[in-house]
């Protein structure tokens, strides 16, 4: 197994926060607020892809075509073995056309559009990423203002018809981008002697809380003390603002238990990280057949997790040994840095 780095504690990360906001249902009913958190383990995902999938195309000589068939065609395993699935156990229906683009994952739809994208951003104008930020961001202010409905809090809903998220959360891409440059500059992934792989602990922790409650607090007004719906023109800073913590908390956590090469802790880590596409396609369908079990909580909030990544982790093997079936080659390409 791989030594740990930060894009495995950011991956398991983004994978908790994930399965936690669908897992409302799981808790009792005053505890339901809870489950939380899906906004900010989108944004660490999507984070995540930047950074790994811009260091490949800086250092790979690979044209669009080829890098974009790479991509799309390491989606489609895990997406249509589960869909099959669900099919034969859950009795789905499907039409032809939500295997193709898959239909009920905003989040893999999304993550294509953005493939579409990326490449030709950082292969060309990778010297403007700042500039190309405040674009997306303009795009969105134009978006928000212009087609959408202020009237109540739907920014942070992911079946939101007007699709604003995809366009704020390609600005967290984009920032993933940035931050993988600096860090390709500072060599910051090999040397422990940075601030924040110093940092006290409970500073570290203080940015995190103060972050995340700055991220909930427009929400708390709008909701709580009817303040304009229009604060959630924001929402894309606070992303961006409560990312970067869980990003340098990443940093700091994986020096530390680089330590402990061979604990069951990094070893735990470093195998969620790896399933975090599976995680995704797989949590839902878990979740709602736990809910429907009625098994009391907190015992189905932990069944669930262990249903999760066990299921994840078979999808993942089935995958990829379908993907590796129609490749020319087994891929065993940077696994460390695995951007799905």
Not at 16 to 34: C, E, M, Q, T, Y
Not at 188 to 198: A, F
Not at 255 to 264: A, D, G, Q
Request: hydrophobic share 50%; charged share 15%; proline share 3%.
């Amino acid at each position: 197994m791989n030594s740990i780095n930060f894009i495995h504690v950011l991956r398991a990360f983004a994978a908790f926060l994930i399965i936690n906001s669908h897992s409302d249902k799981l808790f009792p009913a005053g505890l339901s607020v809870l489950g939380t958190g899906g906004s900010i383990g989108n944004a660490i995902f999507f984070f995540t892809s930047g950074y790994t999938l811009s260091l490949g195309i800086r250092k790979n000589t690979s044209d669009y075509l080829p890098w974009l068939k790479k991509r799309l065609v390491r989606l489609y395993p895990s997406f249509l073995v589960f869909t099959v699935f669900s099919l034969l156990v859950f009795k789905g229906t499907y039409d032809w056309y939500d295997w193709l683009f898959f239909n009920g994952s905003w989040f893999l739809q999304a993550i294509v559009v953005y493939y579409f994208l990326f490449f030709p951003l950082i292969k060309y104008l990778d010297k403007y990423l700042g500039i190309l930020m405040l674009v997306n961001f303009l795009a969105f202010a134009c978006f928000f203002f212009f087609t959408y409905n202020h009237a109540k809090w739907t920014i942070d809903i992911m079946t939101n018809p007007t699709r604003v998220h995809w366009v704020y959360y390609f600005l967290i891409m984009l920032l993933g981008a940035v931050v993988s440059k600096n860090d390709s500059i500072f060599n910051r992934s090999d040397k422990l002697y940075l601030k924040e792989q110093q940092m006290n602990w409970f500073t570290l922790l203080a940015i995190l809380v103060v972050s995340v409650i700055l991220f909930y607090t427009p929400k708390f007004l709008f909701t709580k003390l009817n303040f304009d719906s229009s604060i959630q023109f924001i929402y894309p800073i606070l992303l961006i603002i409560v990312t970067y913590p869980f990003y340098l908390a990443s940093v700091r956590v994986s020096s530390y238990l680089k330590n402990t090469p061979e604990s069951f802790v990094n070893k735990s880590i470093i195998f969620v990280s790896y399933l975090t596409l599976d995680i995704y396609i797989v949590h839902f369908s878990i979740i709602h057949a736990i809910k429907k079990s009625g098994i009391v909580f907190p015992v189905n909030y932990i069944f669930a997790l262990v249903l999760i990544l066990i299921f994840s982790y078979i999808l993942n093997k089935v995958s990829d040994w379908l993907f590796n079936l129609f490749s020319e080659k087994p891929n065993k390409a940077n696994q460390i840095f695995r951007a799905k």
